[in-house]
C-alpha cells in the first residue's frame, strides 16, 4: 500500500541553525500538508499546499517557516533560524484532492520527524 | 472559531471490555467531516475511522463505532472487546476545507 515517508526520522539541530525537514508524498496525490505536534500536546495544522502555492497556513506558520516542492516527489519544511519552541514532532500529510461537497479524500500521514532543538 | 473538545484526558477499560470516548466540536459548517486518530508509541497518527457531516448513519469499522449526534455537534468513539494493541492516545478531528483540527487527545490503557 503507498504511503507517505519522512526523513529523517529524528533531527537534532542547534538553535539558530537552519533545519529542512523532508517528506516524499503518494506519488498521485495532488495536496500536501504539514502539522506539529509539541510533545505532550495536540496536533496542530501548519500549512496546506497545491498547484506550486500555499493554500492555506497557520498563525504558527510565521517568515521562519517555508515550503518547498523541488521536484515531482519531495516536499519539504524549512525552518530558517530554529528556535527551543519548534521542537516538536512535524507531520507531512498528503491526499489526492481537496475536500468538496460530497466528497472526501483522506489526508495520509507520514511516519513524522522528531525535531529536537538544543 | 473551530475546536474540538476531548474531555477525558485519560481512560482505562479492561480488556475484552467496551469504552466509549467523548468528543465535542465547535463549529459553523454545515459541511465538514469528523475523524478519530490513534497514536501508539510510534507516534504515528492512524486514521481509525471518520463520519461525513451530511450522513446520518454512524460510521462502524470493525469494533470502532462511533455515535454522531450533529445537533450536539458530538462525535464520540466506542472501542467493543478492547485489545491490548489498542492502548495509545486517541485523537478526535474535524475537517473543513483541507484543514484537519484535532483535539488534546485521550489517552487510553488497556487493562489485562
Known amino acids: 500500500e503507498p504511503e507517505v515517508t519522512q526523513t529523517p526520522s529524528h533531527q537534532v539541530t542547534q538553535m539558530g541553525q537552519e533545519v529542512i525537514l523532508r517528506c516524499v508524498p503518494i506519488s498521485n496525490h495532488l495536496y500536501f500538508y504539514w502539522y506539529r505536534q509539541i510533545l505532550g500536546q495536540k496536533v496542530e495544522f501548519l500549512v496546506s499546499f497545491y498547484n506550486n502555492e500555499i493554500s492555506e497556513k497557520s498563525e504558527i506558520f510565521d517568515d521562519q517557516f517555508s515550503v518547498e516542492r523541488p521536484d515531482g516527489s519531495n516536499f519539504t519544511l524549512k525552518i530558517r533560524s530554529t528556535k527551543l519552541e519548534d521542537s516538536a514532532m512535524y507531520f507531512c500529510a498528503s491526499s489526492a484532492e481537496a475536500p468538496s461537497w460530497g466528497q472526501m479524500y483522506e489526508q495520509y500521514f507520514g511516519p513524522g520527524t522528531r525535531l529536537t532543538v538544543t | 472559531a473551530q475546536t474540538v473538545t476531548q474531555s477525558q484526558p485519560e481512560m482505562s477499560v479492561q480488556e475484552a471490555e467496551t469504552v466509549t470516548l467523548s468528543c465535542t466540536y465547535d463549529?459553523?459548517?454545515?459541511?465538514?467531516?469528523l475523524f478519530w486518530y490513534k497514536q501508539p508509541p510510534s507516534r504515528q497518527m492512524i486514521l481509525v475511522i471518520r463520519?461525513?457531516?451530511?450522513?446520518?448513519q454512524n460510521a462502524t469499522e470493525n469494533r470502532f463505532s462511533v455515535n454522531f449526534q450533529k445537533a450536539a455537534k458530538s462525535f464520540s468513539l466506542k472501542i467493543s472487546d478492547s485489545q491490548l494493541g489498542d492502548a495509545a492516545m486517541y485523537f478526535c478531528?474535524?475537517?473543513?476545507?483541507?484543514?484537519?483540527?484535532f483535539g488534546k487527545g485521550t489517552r487510553l490503557h488497556i487493562l489485562p
Open positions: 463520519q461525513e457531516a451530511y450522513k446520518q
Open positions: 478531528a474535524y475537517m473543513v476545507d483541507d484543514k484537519i483540527i
Open positions: 463549529t459553523s459548517e454545515s459541511d465538514y467531516y
